[in-house]
């Protein structure tokens, strides 16, 4: 019993080293490829339980379980692709097939993730790998928010698509106005005459309109008056009036040539703790500020120049798109060529209880299995997991040192499980030479 229980053992060390080696040329073999994760053979004893005492003992031999080093990170390298996509951290990017796509079932396929994967645009603009693997991810509206979207499942994530051909446009919705008034034009001998000022402003469709503001002095009597109407018109309205105020300024030492009220004639209300205008052009409310009570930005009367001292405005007019890059919170931006941006998809990390009981798949991708847990997809930074890393990479976890340490300790334990059948054949042989 113990010549036999002994060659089974050699034979289960020879299988056992077997499967070891299959790991370690796995390893090897896939030591320059981008966000592999090591395999690695555990080895668990056998025992036969004998009597105490009794003076004989079998040999139970070996097993050996495989598995995956998946929560593991590899070093990440960096890329001149903008969407090369890596994770600083735990968690993974949510993908599935190109064939899953095609077959329009994408919300039915069980969860599939990949650490890292390099990205581009196919024919009809699918972001996906060179290997299949498209990305999913959440649409943005189309002011650039990501709505709410379930954390739990698979029914808000799509493929992202981004269209090499689209435009798109900016419409303004603040404005900011720095405009000097001359202080002289409001005494009792000044002209009168009104000072009129043009702006540019985008609307909904990206084309391009225009406020007309005009200020005309209030002539007084004697001495000066520092009040001003201020009248605002609307070209997309056919130059309609859309506003039209009061501006008084101070002349103290203090607070000399800033506002000091605003009186509305018509039009949107004046909010004096912001210092905004709240206009309604022909796309919808706009914002303009004409500066606080006291402050010295925006509009002022000082000297006897009428001059802009600073008007900026948000929005653009239509873009062609130039480029798209992704954020350390997952948010994929597309930039176009009037230097306008905007969010067009998130993409959230998908985290489970344990990762290294996910399922292995080809091309570096795992699903969820009952050892790994349920996942959850978090915002990128958010609770366990990492930050999401454009133009880069996560390189292979293989140490091909300790891989080819571990195969000559391999091919020694092999030879040795050898040798051992071999002793035990002979002893075999010289069992059955003593009937001659």
């Known amino acids: ?47 036969i339980t004998g009597s105490a005492g009794s003076g004989t003992y079998s040999a139970g031999g070996v097993r050996v379980t495989t598995s995956r080093d998946i929560n593991e990170q590899g070093a990440l390298v960096s890329t001149s692709n903008a969407l090369d996509i890596a994770i ?16 329009g079932t994408t919300g039915q396929q069980p969860m599939m993730m990949t650490s890292t994967g390099s990205f581009h645009t196919d024919a009809d603009g699918v972001l996906m790998t060179d290997s299949g693997l498209v990305l999913l991810g959440w649409p943005a509206n189309a002011d650039g928010t990501i709505p709410t979207m379930p954390r739990d499942t698979t029914a808000g994530l799509e493929p992202v698509v981004i269209n090499a051909n689209q435009t798109a446009g900016d419409p303004t919705t603040t404005m900011n106005l720095g405009v000097n008034l001359p202080a002289t034009e409001t005494a009792f001998d000044a002209s009168g005459d009104p000072l009129p000022l043009s702006v540019e402003y985008f609307g909904n469709l990206g084309t391009s309109e225009t406020l007309g503001i005009t200020f005309t002095p209030t002539i007084p009597a004697s001495g000066k008056s520092y009040e001003w109407t201020m009248v605002i018109t609307d070209s997309a309205q056919g130059d309609a009036v859309i506003g ?4 008084t300024f101070d002349d103290s030492r203090e607070n000399g040539g800033t506002l000091s009220s605003v009186t509305v004639v018509s039009g949107g209300a004046y909010d004096s703790t912001t210092g905004t205008l709240s206009l309604t052009v022909a796309g919808g409310p706009m914002e303009m500020t004409i500066g606080k009570i006291g402050d010295t930005n ?16 948000d929005g653009s007019p239509v873009g062609n798109l130039t480029g798209v890059e992704i954020d350390e919170n997952g948010f994929i931006t597309a930039t176009y060529d009037t230097g306008f941006t905007r969010v067009i998809y998130q993409i959230p990390l998908v985290d489970v209880p344990n990762p290294d009981g996910l399922k292995v798949l080809n091309n570096q ?22 930050a999401v890393v454009g133009y880069a990479l996560e390189g292979s976890t293989t ?14 334990a092999y030879s040795s499980n050898a040798k051992v059948i071999q002793t035990v054949d002979e002893m075999l042989q010289e069992t059955t030479n003593i009937k001659r």
């Open 365 to 386: 991708c795992f699903q969820v299995s009952p050892d790994s847990g349920s996942f959850f997809l978090w915002d990128a930074g958010d609770g366990p997991t990492g």
């Open 1 to 47: 019993m113990s010549i036999s229980s002994s060659l089974n053992s050699g034979v289960a060390g020879l299988a056992a080293n077997a499967t070891r080696l299959a790991t370690i040329s796995d390893n090897i073999a896939n030591s320059g490829t981008y966000g592999y994760k090591g395999a690695d053979a555990s080895f668990e004893s056998l025992v």
């Open 244 to 247: 039209e105020y009061v501006l």
């Open 399 to 412: 140490d091909v040192g300790a891989e080819l340490t571990a195969l000559i300790q391999t091919q020694r």
């Open 88 to 103: 600083s951290g735990r968690g993974f990017l949510p993908v599935t097939t190109s064939v899953a796509m095609d077959a």
């Open 298 to 313: 925006g509009l002022t009367q000082l000297s006897d120049s009428f001059a802009t001292t600073s008007i900026t405005k």
